[in-house]
């Protein structure tokens, strides 16, 4: 595939990469360094979340794969060999060049290979970055106050995985209790809601992640009809948003996402 890049993906993505790198080479030089470690965690982070509001799939396989090997590694999950870090400085490099010419094929990126090879390329052979990040994989919790819309959404998720629990409350309070409350695979949140809205929702979460009151980050998936690119995109580098779906919802993005944090 030879597609041009979303302008504002490169535009919001190009200086992640260069921080990637720049981090990555320190980390040769000491790969057990967990600050450097939790920072390209949060820049793949960035990176997945970016991908996913441009829509820029195969960027977000490979993006998700990372920053889950760099999550584990910081918090004493696995550890990461510095022929492993070489590999990635060469992944980042292949992902600004590629930028830079403004041309996109993934498959360049990974010689070629299908995508069950990519972890062999990427990580190599004994590397496993499948470990979700410890938080229950049964439920799921959909906050969204347009009950036509929470309805396409539950149907379509169950659709998918039919054995989830879900919860669907139709206001931010109620969602927020259950976030306290209750272990979530994967929350489904809407932003633009009367009183408490969706931004209150993550900032909520946030606070108390960086207060050490969560166990992990939380995978908030927002799915949402603001048009403002500046305003999803400062949503989508928030550490505990996974990743932006804009309405009208594509059930495709929603398949993709139930794989990848329930199953």
Not at 134 to 159: F, M
Not at 165 to 192: K, P
Request: net charge negative; proline share 2%; hydrophobic share 40%.
């Amino acid at each position: 595939m030879n597609d041009a890049l979303p302008v504002d993906f490169q535009k919001d993505t190009f200086g992640i990469f260069e921080k990637m790198f720049d981090s990555l080479v320190k980390l040769e030089e000491d790969p057990s360094d967990t600050v450097l470690l939790h920072g390209q965690y949060l820049q793949w982070h960035k990176m997945k979340s970016l991908a996913s509001l441009y829509s820029v799939s195969e960027f977000i396989k490979i993006a998700h794969q990372i920053e889950l090997h760099f999550y584990n590694a910081s918090i004493g999950k696995n550890v990461i060999s510095k022929d492993n870090i070489l590999r990635f400085r060469k992944t980042v490099k292949a992902f600004k060049e590629k930028i830079q010419a403004d041309v996109y094929c993934i498959n360049n990126h990974v010689d070629g290979l299908g995508e069950d090879s990519l972890d062999r390329v990427i990580l190599g052979e004994h590397v496993c970055v499948k470990e979700g990040k410890g938080v229950n994989k049964s439920k799921v919790l959909i906050v969204e106050d347009d009950p036509v819309n929470s309805a396409l959404l539950e149907e379509n998720v169950k659709y998918f995985v039919d054995d989830l629990e879900i919860v669907s409350v139709d206001n931010a309070e109620e969602g927020i209790f259950y976030f306290f409350t209750e272990e979530f695979s994967v929350i489904f949140l809407d932003i633009m809601m009367p009183n408490i809205n969706g931004n209150d929702f993550i900032a909520i979460a946030e606070k108390n992640y960086c207060l050490n009151n969560l166990q992990s980050p939380c995978n908030i998936v927002v799915q949402t009809a603001v048009q403002s690119i500046t305003e999803l995109s400062a949503i989508a580098q928030k550490e505990c948003v996974q990743e932006v779906v804009r309405k009208p919802i594509d059930i495709n993005r929603i398949k993709e996402c139930v794989e990848r944090y329930c199953m």
